[in-house]
């Protein structure tokens, strides 16, 4: 899909930036404003942008937005469910427990 945005000339002139940086700039801007939405994930995100994965992360941190979108509580119970898991494992195998794998 292409997506066309009209920008005054006197804009980029205002801007000191080539109409090449700006696009650059509006697809970052617009890629780390989706994921801050929780609507992408990192690595949609920086193929959004035109970045590598960890430059997209490097990109969130300087616009102050948080890498990790997982809350306290989500996390609280994605740890839960692993230690159930877990638990459920040794239970239905007693004889791994010894095992160190």
């Known amino acids: 899909m292409t997506i066309t945005v009209h920008v005054p000339d006197s804009l980029l002139e205002d801007l000191g930036e080539s109409p090449e940086e700006l696009r650059r700039e509006i697809l970052r801007v617009a890629a ?12 949609r995100g920086a193929q959004i942008a035109g970045l590598s ?6 990109a969130l941190g300087r616009a102050e937005v948080p890498a990790c979108q997982v809350t306290s509580e989500e996390l609280e119970e994605e740890v839960e469910r692993a230690y159930v898991a877990h638990r459920q494992r040794l239970a239905a195998h007693p004889s791994d427990q ?4």
């Open 98 to 101: 010894g095992r160190s794998d």
């Open 53 to 58: 994965r960890w430059e997209f992360i490097q």
């Open 32 to 43: 780390i404003h989706l994921y801050s939405r929780g609507l992408v994930s990192q690595g």
